[in-house]
């Protein structure tokens, strides 16, 4: 499947407050905005070909659906975005896109930006056939997401927490730049000796006869911006990211006859690398969620939003493992 279209370039004056802002849809050319609004809302300086990589939605036939809003001094001051990929349910495939960065510094908040904002990249969406839209909105902006913006929500993504004995090492290379460069060098060595050298692994929610995202060879190409490794455990491939911590993104080959000689094997890596728990959210329902609920306890992490524009696949059939958010 394959949707290709023209790059539709918008600007126009903002009706927020004042009208003292224009909008301009995001292209290669302002990109660079968006990384300067990431380092003034979070503190953090991205890798420089960072959000290239993660917009860079060329395989789905769209890319760079999103608008940034300037002040009078042309100086970006908020931006909204989503990432295109393709749904599954079935022999069912669809466009459809996931709600991606929301930044707004403090300074420039409660003018009406983000509900502008949201709303233009709906309408785009609507033009570039996505017609379905699924989110995992933080504490900040789940209110104004539902009240505001008709976001529907359809579950609660749930999150296990593995503990794991281990020297505080991935704790204390924070600390010091040397050594975190040293810890960085270390962790790679020993995941690498257990690394498949695949992208990704096949979406274990599409398995158990759920709707999920498809992961077609050219979406696990696009997912290696994020710098994430599949590992053999035993008979299970693990995706896997430890950029913050260990979490595990999605496992393929695990049952309730392997499930704890995976885990304690993972659980062994983690020790090594000097990390104290494990993490793994999805979606209820799914054949990952009963072996993780009947072996450690379970709490709400990300609520489950959609907005459908005439979605052939029913949102509420829709599940998810972290593999399929934007931050692993």
Request: proline letters at 3%.
């Amino acid at each position: 499947m394959s949707i290709k279209c023209m790059p539709i370039l918008r600007e126009t004056i903002s009706n927020t407050e004042s009208r003292e802002y224009s909008i301009t849809r995001l292209h290669k050319d302002n990109l660079a905005d968006v990384v300067k609004l990431h380092k003034e809302v979070y503190g953090i300086t991205a890798a420089f070909d960072y959000f290239h990589k993660k917009y860079d939605t060329a395989y789905t036939g769209v890319e760079n659906v999103g608008f940034i809003a300037y002040n009078t001094d042309n100086l970006p001051v908020a931006y909204y975005g989503v990432i295109p990929c393709f749904m599954q349910y079935g022999n069912t495939i669809m466009l459809a896109a996931q709600s991606a960065d929301t930044m707004t510094p403090p300074r420039h908040r409660y003018k009406g930006m983000f509900v502008e904002l949201s709303n233009m990249t709906f309408d785009l969406c609507r033009e570039l056939g996505i017609l379905l839209i699924f989110g995992f909105p933080n504490q900040n902006s789940y209110h104004g997401a539902v009240n505001k913006l008709g976001w529907k929500m359809t579950g609660t993504m749930t999150c296990f927490t593995i503990p794991v004995k281990s020297l505080l090492l991935e704790s204390f290379s924070k600390r010091s730049g040397i050594f975190n460069k040293l810890y960085k060098r270390y962790c790679r060595f020993i995941l690498n000796r257990k690394s498949l050298g695949l992208q990704g692994v096949a979406n274990s929610v599409l398995a158990d006869g759920f709707a999920g995202v498809n992961r077609r060879d050219e979406y696990m190409l696009y997912k290696t911006y994020s710098h994430s490794k599949v590992i053999r455990m035993g008979d299970s491939k693990i995706w896997i990211n430890n950029k913050h911590g260990l979490v595990i993104g999605d496992i393929e080959g695990i049952n309730e006859m392997n499930f704890k000689i995976v885990i304690n094997k993972l659980k062994g890596i983690a020790k090594r690398l000097g990390i104290r728990q494990i993490q793994f959210h999805c979606s209820w329902g799914t054949s990952l969620y009963d072996l993780f609920m009947a072996n450690y306890k379970g709490i709400p992490s990300f609520p489950i939003l959609f907005q459908d524009f005439g979605s052939a696949i029913p949102p509420e059939r829709v599940r998810f493992t972290f593999a399929d958010i934007d931050i692993f």
